[in-house]
């Protein structure tokens, strides 16, 4: 066990002092932000002001969730930054064609379309910034261009007639952003981006985004690095899985323990605090209902843009808010029911309940509301234009996908945090100090719950004009590290701590498993997390070490199938164990789903050269949704029914609505996916390849018959997925009623109140 506690602690020093150090490169070798975009002839084009206010706009109507920059947001309209490229390639191609042949460039034969395409690519491509001023230097035949991309952005985002059809097709409401100045501001950031993602690095033959978005018109194509290091992580893939099913054949197995005669948990009595967390477990069963509606809404906007079955929808509750609180809850939900198994968990392994631990949560709970409810609507005032910009900053929409919520509540949500860090730390002590086999998981809890409360502090690193490339780089911090990496670590302890203390497996087998799936998940995890940032103003040393790490992130999964299987067994371990069967048959769906949705359908999207053809496409919900429900929500909803097990009456539980439950949950999560979600990606990515990225994300593409087919072919999978929800809700509905009659008393409490 030292050992292997000085291998992760090694681990641990080294990924993030590299990923610090790639985060410091990042810094430097981002994107440079002009102090002005000017003409040959001097004529300035934009400022900084007016690129940096552009982005504020940007997020105050939704950002990320309207369309995406860099690949990053939302999938139904356009990526920006690859929009506004082709259609400025576009507009100088054709008014070239016009001046020498007379006629627009379609209409050109194909060796005079190349002469003028090669033109092109060498007049993009080329590096007019001057570090010495801060200038961007354009030709007059790119200003005259910019000035007709800029004109169609502000007539679209605006209450133009001729574009009507258009928004509509984007999901994006009619006078988005009222304000004209603030519409033109926001054309400076969008051709900022577009700039970053056609412009070669100084003495490289890469762009800023390494050559992302595919655009063949302006050469944009997959870099020699980018091919080299996907082939590199594929070989690594094979050779650590060889490694792992290697480890495993030669390891010893040990004998499963005989369970007890009796299940452990049958004398626990629910402390003051443990039963405080019961409306913790029913706002997770609200929060989830309502993330289905609002995820079921933003499906549709799909296929009538304004609208919802015919009721003029758009005006009131845009796609911007609708995608946005179908994201951002599913973090608070599955968050919500992982930090009430940790407060319910800590006075049992602690042994007593600490002073005024109910108060603590209490107060955490009345606060964890109070960020759900005003982020909430904080964002709709922000996408429905009410606040300034600096105040939409503050309370409004950051525009950032899943760090959606106004710095305000982010602040508030931190410092939840650290109340629940006290409180479980404060009610885990006693088995912190006391010696024994289970100490070594405990001390892993304990250290995953201080590493969920400071993490999230990276959330906190950016202003109001951080750059994008560093705002993305701390976001990933939040979404990869936080919420999939030591979230992960806290739930894997506490289902072994658990199962130990059910006596289903050994404490000492245990620690070392607990221990070595940590060392394996962080060693690919931390700096997997560059995965994400291949094509967001990072270097070439980014995507090296981003496909390597990744790869290895998968690994782990190639013996997800033991894991499964051992834990089916488990039920069958002892008759009394059958009151633990669909908790356990959640951690085998949480299996099944880690093997499929993050190890399949994520190592079909993490190589650089896969990536550079699907970021931003359908394939990526489809990772999305497989991993963070299949994972993260049906490890909630096992850890809720663990928790469910000692806090209300035994004689309302039901394995029967259970078992409806898991199966209409699981089905229809595998028929979201595969009947839509996926083939849709599908025809993305041939689209992307074939075309460019412009054209997999267009109106033209994605209002085709049969991607609108493929959009309702996800109703028979929501129908299934929702009853399934219904019926959880209706068992724990079950559980309350028969509570309030009265929770069985039981003797030789296992936590107790304090004296």
Not at 316 to 331: D, E, S
Not at 568 to 579: F, I
Request: charged share 15%; aromatic share 14%; glycine share 10%.
């Amino acid at each position: 066990m030292r050992k292997m506690w000085a291998i992760l602690a090694l681990i641990l020093i080294v990924s993030f002092s590299w990923l610090g150090l790639l985060g410091n490169e990042i810094h430097r070798q981002a994107p440079p932000v002009p102090s002005a975009v000017v003409t040959r002839s001097g004529e300035t084009v934009f400022t900084r002001d007016d690129i940096q206010t552009g982005r504020q706009v940007y997020q105050s109507m939704g950002g990320q969730q309207v369309g995406s920059i860099w690949g990053h947001g939302g999938y139904l309209a356009p990526d920006w930054s690859a929009d506004w490229l082709h259609r400025e390639s576009l507009v100088i191609l054709d008014g070239w064609a016009e001046a020498e042949y007379g006629r627009a460039y379609g209409a050109l034969a194909a060796e005079d379309q190349a002469r003028l395409q090669t033109r092109l690519q060498a007049a993009q491509r080329e590096n007019t910034y001057d570090p010495t001023t801060g200038h961007i230097t354009i030709s007059d035949d790119r200003a005259a261009a910019i000035a007709m991309v800029s004109r169609h952005y502000v007539d679209l985002f605006g209450d133009a007639h001729a574009l009507e059809g258009l928004r509509e097709d984007y999901a994006i409401a009619n006078n988005a952003i009222p304000d004209p100045a603030r519409r033109e501001a926001m054309t400076a950031f969008f051709f900022w981006a577009a700039w970053a993602t056609t412009t070669q690095r100084p003495d490289e033959e890469v762009t800023y985004t390494n050559n992302w978005p595919h655009e063949p018109l302006v050469g944009n194509a997959p870099s020699g690095p980018n091919i080299m290091w996907s082939i590199a992580s594929v070989i690594l893939l094979i050779a650590g899985i060889a490694a792992l099913v290697w480890w495993h054949a030669g390891r010893k197995e040990e004998e499963a323990p005989v369970p007890p005669k009796e299940d452990p948990f049958t004398g626990l009595k629910p402390t003051a605090s443990m039963k405080a967390t019961r409306k913790y477990f029913w706002t997770v069963i609200a929060l989830f209902l309502a993330q289905i509606f609002l995820g079921a809404v933003t499906a549709h906007y799909a296929v009538e843009g304004h609208d919802f079955y015919g009721i003029p929808i758009s005006d009131i509750i845009p796609y911007a808010v609708t995608r946005t609180w179908h994201t951002q809850l599913a973090i608070f939900w599955i968050a919500t029911a992982w930090l009430a198994t940790g407060l319910y968990l800590a006075p049992v392994l602690g042994g007593k309940e600490p002073k005024f631990q109910a108060l603590g949560v209490n107060v955490l709970y009345v606060a964890l509301l109070i960020v759900v409810v005003g982020s909430m609507a904080g964002e709709w005032l922000g996408v429905q234009q009410v606040f300034d910009l600096d105040m939409n900053f503050w309370f409004g929409h950051q525009g950032w996908e899943y760090v959606d919520l106004g710095r305000f509540w982010q602040l508030l949500l931190f410092a939840g945090l650290m109340i629940w860090l006290s409180l479980v730390g404060r009610a885990l002590w006693p088995a912190l100090k006391q010696p024994g086999e289970g100490r070594p998981l405990t001390v892993i809890l304990f250290l995953s719950t201080i590493a969920i409360g400071l993490f999230y502090g990276a959330g906190l690193t950016w202003g109001k004009h951080t750059h994008l490339s560093m705002i993305e780089y701390w976001r990933w911090w939040v979404v990869h590290l936080w919420v999939e990496g030591f979230f992960e670590v806290f739930a894997t302890a506490a289902i072994a701590l658990l199962l130990v203390k059910l006596g289903l497996v050994r404490a000492r087998t245990a620690n070392h498993g607990v221990l070595f799936a940590t060392i394996i998940f962080l060693t690919g995890g931390v700096l997997g997390t560059l995965h994400h940032l291949y094509f967001t103003g990072a270097t070439t040393s980014v995507i090296a070490v981003g496909a390597v790490f990744s790869a290895l992130e998968v690994v782990p999964l190639a013996l997800i199938g033991h894991e499964a299987l051992e834990n089916y067994r488990m039920t069958k371990a002892a008759k009394w164990v059958q009151n633990y069967k669909w908790p356990l048959y959640f951690f085998v769906g949480v299996c099944f789903w880690n093997l499929v949705g993050a190890g399949l359908l994520g190592f079909l999207i993490n190589p650089p050269i896969s990536l550079y053809y699907v970021q931003g496409l359908n394939l990526t919900a489809t990772h999305g949704h497989a991993a963070l429900f299949g994972v993260y929500g049906l490890l909630g909803i096992g850890l809720m029914l663990f928790c469910f097990r000692g806090l209300f009456a035994k004689q309302a539980w039901s394995d029967k609505m259970l078992a409806w439950s898991f199966w209409l949950l699981n089905g229809g999560l595998a028929m979201m996916v595969f009947m839509s979600l996926f083939p849709v990606g599908g025809l993305q990515a041939y689209a992307s390849i074939t075309e460019g990225l412009w054209y997999a994300r267009s109106a033209e593409f994605l209002q085709q018959e049969i991607i609108h087919f493929l959009v309702w072919m996800r109703v028979p999978g929501d129908i299934v997925f929702s009853a399934g929800a219904f019926v959880l809700a209706a068992f724990a509905a079950r559980l309350v009623w028969a509570g309030f009659r009265g929770q069985r008393e039981e003797p030789a409490p296992v936590a107790t109140p304090a004296e």
